[in-house]
C-alpha cells in the first residue's frame, strides 16, 4: 500500500534512527516497502543501512550527488505502492503514523495527507511560531508564505506525481514548497491534527543552513507556478502574484545591501515581469 521513500547524504547514524522509526510501525510491515536512496554518501551510508536492516530495505545508490529532489524522484520512479509517503533521513515518525494516516485517507477520499508535528532543535522541544500554524482543505492561500506541509508527515498517491510531475531537481532548496504549491492550486488535502513525527533541527548540514535569502527559490517557485497553472481562480493568481512581488522585493533589496548584483538583477527581472515598480 504505502511506498516510503528516504533520501539520505552522508548520515550513516541519523538514518537508522528514521528506519527503526518506520519498522516500528503499528500498521504491520506487510503494508509498505522502505526505499532509501543514497545520494553518493562518502560516508559508508549505504553499506551501513545494508548491514543493520538487510532484506527489510531496499537501497539505490546514486553515483553521483545530485541533491535531494533528484533522491525522492528516483525513489518515486522504484516505488511500486500506490500512496508514497517520504521521511527525510534526520526525522522520525512515531509509531502510529500510518495507521493514523491509513483511516483518514479511507474516510476522507483526497489523494494527500499530511499531520502535525513534534519541532526539536539541538536536542530541545520547541514550539512551533503562529505562522507555522497547519491546515487541511483548499490550502492554497496559507501556502503561499512559506512550507505549510512537512515532507516527513506527508502521504501522496501516486497519480498526484502522474499527473503534475515530480519534484524540482534544479532548486537546491525550497523545493517541497514548490511542489506544494503545485498540489495546493489542484487539489484539497486532508490534515490530522495530531502531532505523528518528530521533525529535528539544529545541524550544519541541513538545508534551510546552507543557502541565504531562501526566499529566491520560493520566487521561483511562483514565477512558475504563474506561468504553467492556468486553471488558477483570478483570487489565486492574483494573491500569488502579490506574493511573489513581495518576497522578490525583499531579495532585491537585500541583494542591493550586500552588493550582490547578479542576485539583484535576477530579482529584478520576475519584478518587472509581475509588477510595474521596482523597489
Not at 512515531?94 to 495527507?113: E, G, I, N, W
Not at 486553471?231 to 489565486?236: A, I, M, T
Request: charged share 25%.
Amino acid at each position: 500500500m504505502f511506498s516510503v521513500i528516504i533520501p539520505v547524504y552522508n548520515r550513516r547514524e541519523l538514518v537508522s534512527r528514521a528506519l527503526r522509526s518506520v519498522l516500528s510501525q503499528r500498521i504491520g510491515a506487510e503494508a509498505f516497502e522502505v526505499i532509501v536512496v543514497d545520494d553518493a554518501s562518502q560516508d559508508g551510508t549505504a553499506e551501513a543501512v545494508r548491514r543493520e536492516f538487510g532484506a527489510s530495505v531496499q537501497v539505490i545508490e546514486m553515483q553521483e550527488n545530485s541533491g535531494v529532489s533528484a533522491a525522492r524522484n528516483r525513489g518515486i520512479g522504484r516505488a511500486r505502492g500506490q500512496w508514497l509517503a517520504f521521511l527525510d533521513s534526520d526525522d522520525e515518525w512515531l509509531p502510529d503514523k500510518l495507521d493514523r494516516q491509513t483511516r483518514a485517507l479511507a474516510r476522507t477520499s483526497l489523494p494527500v495527507c499530511h499531520t502535525d508535528e513534534i519541532w526539536v532543535r539541538n536536542g530541545v522541544r520547541v514550539n512551533p511560531h503562529k505562522h507555522h500554524q497547519k491546515y487541511g482543505g483548499d490550502i492554497f492561500l496559507q501556502a503561499l508564505p512559506l512550507c505549510v506541509m512537512s515532507p516527513s508527515s506527508i502521504v501522496i498517491h501516486r497519480e498526484v506525481f502522474d499527473e503534475i510531475g515530480g519534484f524540482d531537481e534544479g532548486l537546491p532548496a525550497c523545493e517541497d514548497y514548490e511542489l506544494w504549491l503545485r498540489i495546493a492550486a489542484r487539489w484539497s488535502v486532508c490534515y490530522i491534527p495530531e502531532k505523528l513525527i518528530v521533525k529535528y533541527g539544529g545541524h550544519a548540514d541541513q538545508l534551510s543552513q546552507a543557502y541565504y535569502a531562501m526566499d529566491r527559490f520560493r520566487v521561483y517557485a511562483l514565477d512558475r507556478l504563474l506561468q504553467n497553472v492556468p486553471e488558477l481562480s483570478y483570487e489565486k493568481c492574483e494573491a500569488a502574484r502579490q506574493m511573489l512581488v513581495r518576497k522578490a522585493g525583499i531579495v532585491y533589496r537585500g541583494a542591493l545591501r550586500h552588493d550582490n548584483a547578479e542576485l539583484a538583477h535576477s530579482m529584478e527581472g520576475y519584478l518587472k515581469r509581475w509588477d510595474r515598480e521596482i523597489p
